[in-house]
């Protein structure tokens, strides 16, 4: 036989509110008004507040994946390989991506994860400055695309996803929460010695990498929110990892790309290429570390250690402006480009330039 002993009621309430502490619902004041409990009472109202689960990385792989691409690149001039990623965003085979993962590439191709298909590329346009590249899948038609999603919260979780390590196949994904809105990163580009700063990021816990660039990071609904941006061996960032470029701002780009409108920082169709690769020279010019054999700059006689100085007679100061001062040329395009030989010599020749790897 069993007894029963009944608890005071003032007793049996304090228990209830010290388990509704307990189960992390808040213990937020609130005016003694709102509360008949007194002004200590819990603030049932901010149960929105308690932190979100994680995401589940395999589920969400299994929902976006078939809309990525896996994308694999060439550089001819100095024989190296790389790999990135993209997010469809066109059924007929138009895919965003970083403009780093293809800046530089003889030779692009894509496989499609949904479809198992591998196309060539062919570059649309890009703006280097928001390191943003629009590219068509040759041949590509009926490819799921992305769901875009919109704004993003600090602490909101997060998956990101990616060709990581340029392993291929199926999508590697890491789960995260946003830490931080509009953070600022340097970037440099050693392949042109390019230097620019990237704003506005979105940045996560998430450990994004090499390969991963240009790929989607999601919030639960499977909603693209940013396009990872990670630092490679050519592609230098500081401040950390887990960047992502918020995906409103991305699209924009990709907008003014698809719609042919360049500017001096968007460049539409092939690349001019002048066959120079460059560094800073103390803002006197950029300096000469190679020359492409085969390249326009060859046949007109410019030799490591020469400064260019001037294209078309807008001063060069760095790396930057001359790769600037190209961004609105084409293939076939003249340029008069002046400059200071390695023998003190001050020197200007017509170049006419060759189609050549987008910068």
Do not use: C
């Not at 403009?99 to 196309?119: E, K, L, M, P, R």
């Not at 001019?272 to 190679?290: C, H, I, K, W, Y």
Request: net charge negative; glycine share 16%.
């Amino acid at each position: 036989m069993s007894t029963t002993r009944h608890r005071p009621a003032w007793l049996s309430w304090l228990a209830g509110v010290l388990a509704v502490v307990g189960l992390g619902l808040g213990s937020a004041t609130v005016p003694a008004s709102a509360s008949p409990f007194g002004p200590w009472a819990p603030a049932l109202d901010r149960v929105a507040e308690r932190p979100m689960l994680p995401l589940d990385p395999a589920g969400l792989v299994a929902q976006v994946g078939p809309q990525v691409v896996d994308i694999s690149t060439k550089f001819g001039y100095n024989n190296a390989v790389g790999a990135g990623t993209g997010i469809v965003i066109d059924p007929n085979g138009v895919v965003l991506t970083n403009n780093h993962v293809i800046s530089g590439a003889t030779d692009i191709s894509a496989f499609d994860v949904g479809n198992g298909q591998t196309y060539g590329v062919d570059v649309i346009g890009y703006d280097r400055s928001q390191d943003i590249a629009v590219l068509q899948l040759r041949g590509a038609a009926g490819l799921p695309t992305a769901a875009i999603g919109g704004d993003v919260a600090v602490g909101e979780p997060i998956v990101a996803m990616g060709n990581a390590g340029g392993q291929g196949g199926t999508p590697s994904a890491v789960a995260g929460r946003v830490v931080a809105l509009n953070q600022t990163v340097d970037a440099t580009d050693t392949l042109t010695g390019a230097q620019e700063s990237l704003g506005g990021l979105i940045q996560a816990d998430a450990p994004i990498r090499p390969g991963d660039s240009g790929g989607p990071m999601v919030n639960g609904n499977g909603q693209v929110i940013g396009m990872n941006t990670a630092a490679t061996d050519n592609y230098k960032m500081s401040g950390g990892q887990g960047f992502a470029i918020p995906i409103g701002r991305a699209m924009g780009v990709a907008g003014q790309i698809r719609s042919g409108a360049g500017s001096n920082t968007v460049h539409i169709g092939p690349t001019a290429f002048l066959g120079l690769g460059v560094v800073d020279n103390g803002g006197n010019g950029a300096r000469v570390e190679r020359v492409v054999g085969s390249g326009p700059a060859s046949e007109a006689g410019f030799s490591p250690g020469d400064v260019v100085t001037a294209i078309d007679g807008t001063p060069i100061r760095g790396a930057t402006s001359m790769t600037e001062a190209l961004v609105p040329h084409h293939p076939g395009d003249t340029v008069a480009v002046s400059y200071r030989s390695a023998g003190g010599a001050d020197r200007t020749v017509n170049v006419t330039l060759a189609d050549g790897p987008p910068a």
